[in-house]
């Protein structure tokens, strides 16, 4: 069955150091997303991406983050310059809307990368 | 500003019981809500989703429901089981396409 792939699992980084979280979304949706969750509390959106440009992001989603589709088949995360803040589950997500006759919306998530910023 | 409440926090039952599971959404104009299983530190694993028209969905022993004029969802489960137990989120689709998620209910199944 298609999945969402996230990659690594677990990163440990220092502050201030930026960050690559990748993602491959299943390969025939076309809406991308990153989620983040804090431990202990709520899913809480990033960003959204369609059509090989950012469609929405949250009040979170500043400047010192970034999004890519480097190619047909990956999905990037880029955090400039890491804060304590920062540590959290990211989440990829992907949908795969199609035409409007048969719009499907559902997310499938992937496993989550674990940033710990230290 | 949608804002989605999940109760109870928690819920601890014996197995085989069947249970009810709560979700609430301050603004009706979503696309379709979608309920989720969170397993302790992995990922979420879509169990149903309800379009915006539709009253119910089934996949198993879970059902749920969706009423969008009053903001309310239900996820019963039947017939529990201890496999069954970790968080349940429930999440609405807004019109912009992203998901807002609530809490989530911790569930614990007793043997």
């Known amino acids: 069955e298609p999945e969402v792939t996230q990659t690594p699992s677990h990163q440990v980084t220092q502050m201030g150091q930026e960050v690559i979280l990748r993602c491959v979304p299943i390969s025939n949706h076309l809406y991308f997303y990153w989620y983040r969750q804090i431990l202990g509390q709520k899913v809480e959106f990033l960003v959204s991406?369609?059509?090989?440009?950012?469609?929405?992001k949250s009040e979170i989603f500043d400047d010192q983050f970034s999004v890519e589709r480097p190619d047909g088949s990956n999905f990037t995360l880029k955090i400039r310059s890491t804060k304590l803040e920062d540590s959290a589950m990211y989440f990829c997500?992907?949908?795969?809307?199609?035409?409007?006759?048969?719009?499907?919306?559902?997310?499938?998530f992937g496993q989550g990368t674990r940033l710990t910023v230290v | 500003k949608q804002e989605v409440t999940q109760i109870p926090a928690a819920l601890s039952v014996p197995e085989g019981e069947n249970l009810v599971l709560n979700c609430s959404f301050t603004?009706?104009?979503?696309?379709?809500l979608q309920w989720f299983r969170q397993d302790p530190g992995k990922g979420l694993t879509s169990l149903l989703l309800?379009?915006?028209?539709?009253r119910e969905q089934t996949s198993g022993r879970l059902n749920a429901s969706l009423d969008k004029s009053s903001g309310r969802s239900t996820l019963y489960i039947a017939a529990s089981q201890p496999g069954d137990s970790a968080t349940y989120l429930c999440a609405v689709t807004d019109s912009s396409y992203k998901l807002i998620f609530g809490s989530g209910t911790r569930l614990l199944v007793r043997p």
């Open positions: 991406f369609y059509n090989n440009e950012i469609s929405e």
């Open positions: 603004d009706s104009a979503i696309y379709n």
């Open positions: 997500a992907s949908s795969e809307f199609g035409d409007r006759e048969h719009w499907n919306t559902e997310a499938f």
């Open positions: 309800i379009q915006s028209s539709q």
